[in-house]
């Protein structure tokens, strides 16, 4: 679903895309370069104080942010489905609450100095209510919040629990 949003947005935005393309400063673009240097087609935007870097890797849509500094703040890959999950995060989720749920979005996220976490979306059929699961890579549920009508946009300030 996030693949076809994104899709949608770049086919939506094509002659601006191409004006972001190297919209990140040079400490910038080879920061991201050490971290992942098989990146290629890396579309670049701005988050109020960070560089977003927008690309595939191993199959998987990939957005990192790096401070005005170059320094690593997050990545997030979208997961897809929960059947990429580990088996205590996937087990963890399918026997709680929250399985009933439509699940409308997989996302994990890494940090340079804290422990990676798992961001489920869920939604209700035929209602305007999501929540967003976030648990430990052992299968904890660190908490669950009620999106309302919101759009689920992941920040590194979002991670701040």
Do not use: H
Request: glycine share 6%; hydrophobic share 45%; with cysteine.
């Amino acid at each position: 679903m996030k693949k076809l949003r994104t899709l949608l947005w770049a086919m939506a935005l094509c002659m601006p895309l191409s004006a972001l393309a190297g919209y990140a400063p040079a400490k910038v673009q080879a920061a991201l370069k050490t971290m992942y240097p098989e990146a290629t087609d890396i579309a670049w935007s701005r988050e109020n104080n960070y560089y977003v870097a927008d690309f595939i890797t191993n199959g998987y849509e990939t957005d990192v942010w790096l401070d005005t500094n170059a320094n690593w703040i997050m990545t997030l890959t979208d997961l897809e489905s929960t059947d990429t999950l580990s088996p205590a995060v996937y087990n963890a989720f399918a026997m709680g609450e929250y399985a009933a749920g439509q699940v409308e979005d997989v996302t994990q996220a890494t940090f340079p100095k804290r422990p990676t976490v798992i961001v489920i979306e869920v939604g209700q059929q035929n209602m305007d209510i999501k929540y967003q699961l976030f648990y430990a890579t052992d299968g904890t549920l660190i908490q669950a919040v009620n999106m309302g009508y919101g759009d689920g946009k992941l920040w590194p300030d979002t991670f701040n629990f």
